[in-house]
């Protein structure tokens, strides 16, 4: 067992302090680009381009404390949309981000594993929790970790892992499994584990921000076991989520219309993305609906040469030949895609 | 030292789950009061009934994640607005009561004390932490407890507890003390801990939005020394608190021309209600700008009294006597609660 920084005193170390670089800040492509042409075109993202239309909102979303009954409201909307057994089964949270060392923090530190490739803040959120954190590609080969944690579909690769195989690892005893679905709202329900959190060995993570293209309201939810959920919920307290982001999550969560009109677009994009990309011999290795991942050897030129033109996408440092590349949101960003990819040579 | 529920395995304790009773859910008032005449007058919190002017958004405060210039910005304008040393000194959280549980975990479980009377959910947040709560009212008196929480000025009664004092209690070897400043904007800032966090040994929580009078915008902050700021701002992740919530924050902390006239109108919002009180042979025995403490041996029929006709106070469940009384927000609320209280009849 790894030693817990928290059982020693004062919490001092350093232990999953570091911030590992992410997607979407305009700040960061500013100081790398300065002279890029703006706007911006941002592609380092895997948000849906074309969000939920927020309506004014009422000032009580603002100088009212947000009300139980609306976050019960919400919960019960979530359960529904994501196939969850019910609102007892479910924590809203301000972004799923946020509880992810929550989560972690459900078991005593031990042996965590994450799944690799990996979202960095898996990996950080077990160490904040103490946990002694490995990673492997093959999950199941996990041995005698207790915490497993997981993207299903997996980003950036998009890869989804089976059920048989998810259930199976949830079955493990004394054991955690954490599903982080931040982008399965794309994919069929069936992949989904979130009608399978009841047995108190699951948490299942979701995204609002991502599918409905709002990630600035900070929305997410945990869905697990009530105890599991009872425990979460305790941890963020009384009033966890923005007036604003409850008025908007039950009124998304609950627009079926929408929600399938959405899937459908995206899917449309992806697809307009993917002739982009290939027809400049990118190789697409990967993705969900909501991006792509390509390789190429060049990947590090290309990423300076789309960035001094003004289109920020995403590398990752672990892996130099990897680029990620969300979903242009209209003609415009589409066609000056096209034209810095053509005029890229790599030479 | 507490039995550490962390420390045998998953976390199926119920301590600190139970939720105590707050005020500004006018679900409950409505249970309370079924016939009661709407809208209901809220006087059950202690909110600035004049909130800062939340213009309109630009629709990028929710259609992109939260920038970390924005953040640094937020951070910086609490720092100069409370009197912290530095941005460095600043975690910008989601309101100040996520920030509660968090805090508390930064020492290993040990004893802890709460200044009592006491907001709750001080002991929910340590109790939460693994630490062995217990509550007293000199807290001078701590003897071994390395966990401390305050509030200054306390909720309910207002208490202010000397600076001198807390200093002290900041410099017990290996111990933290924990101040809820949340009603702080109204006092001198002369009483504040702000300015003496640099030493590590002190945590001080700000509201925003209770002099603000934006609640629903879920805002707040922590103020520490660095490593412990660090350590707070990695717990909450990349994006912890929402796009609106950046914009408006980042305005009114530093519009001090606001904050100024906020101050001398609450004050003169708390002398009228002061008067209203007084002339219906209530007891103040405490408060802040933001609410008055009333006592009363009748209190649970005032309560009920006041309930049917509309007007929502504050009970406090081990202190049956005693009720808080939020600030009308107009004439006509004044009107309406002189009349209601002059129509009471204890007998």
Redesign the interface.
């Known amino acids: 067992m790894a030693k ?1 920084a ?7 170390t ?1 232990a ?2 570091e ?1 590992p670089p ?1 997607g ?5 492509a500013r100081r790398l680009f300065p002279g890029a042409p703006e706007p911006f075109i ?1 592609l380092s ?1 895997g ?1 849906n381009p074309w ?1 939920y239309p ?1 309506a ?1 909102f009422s ?11 609306v976050l019960l409201t919400v919960a019960a909307a979530a359960a529904k949309a994501y196939g969850a057994p019910s609102a007892e089964h479910v924590v809203v949270a ?2 799923s ?2 509880l ?2 929550l989560v972690a ?5 031990a042996r965590a594993i994450v799944a690799a490739p990996a979202y960095p ?1 898996l990996a ?1 959120a077990a160490a ?1 929790a103490g946990h002694d954190v490995g990673t492997m590609e093959m999950v199941e080969r996990c041995g005698d970790a207790r915490l497993i944690m997981v993207a299903n579909p997996n980003n950036p690769d998009g890869r989804r892992l089976p059920r048989a195989l998810l259930l199976k690892l949830a079955q493990r005893r ?1 054991g ?1 499994l954490v599903v982080d679905e931040a982008f399965m709202d794309v994919e069929p329900p069936s992949i989904s584990l979130a009608a399978d959190v009841a047995g108190g060995n699951v948490v299942v993570l979701r995204s609002f ?1 991502k599918f409905f ?6 929305l997410g939810f945990a869905l697990t076991a009530p ?1 599991l959920a ?2 979460l919920s ?12 409850l008025a908007v999550g039950a009124k998304a969560l609950a627009d079926t219309a929408w929600i399938e009109r959405a899937r459908k677009r995206l899917a449309k994009g992806a697809a307009s993305l993917d002739a982009i990309l290939i027809k400049a011999g990118l190789d697409i290795i990967g993705g969900t609906a909501l991006f792509r991942l390509v390789e190429r050897k060049a990947a590090a030129a290309l990423f300076q040469h789309l960035g001094r033109a003004g289109i920020y996408v995403r590398t990752f440092p672990d892996r130099p030949t990897w680029l990620r590349f969300g979903l242009p949101a209209d003609a415009r960003a589409r066609g000056r895609l096209r034209k810095v990819l053509a005029s890229f040579d790599a030479t």
Do not use: K, N
């Open positions: 817990s928290s059982a020693i005193g004062m919490v001092f350093d999953g302090e911030t992410h979407g800040d305009l700040g960061v941002d993202t948000i969000p927020v004014r000032a009580d979303a603002f100088i009212r404390l947000p009300q139980h009954e301000p972004g981000q946020i992810l060392p923090r459900l078991l005593a530190p803040e950080r904040l004394g955690l921000g293209g709002l990630p600035g309201l900070r105890p009872r425990r305790a941890l963020l307290g009384p009033w966890p989520v923005s007036g604003p982001a």
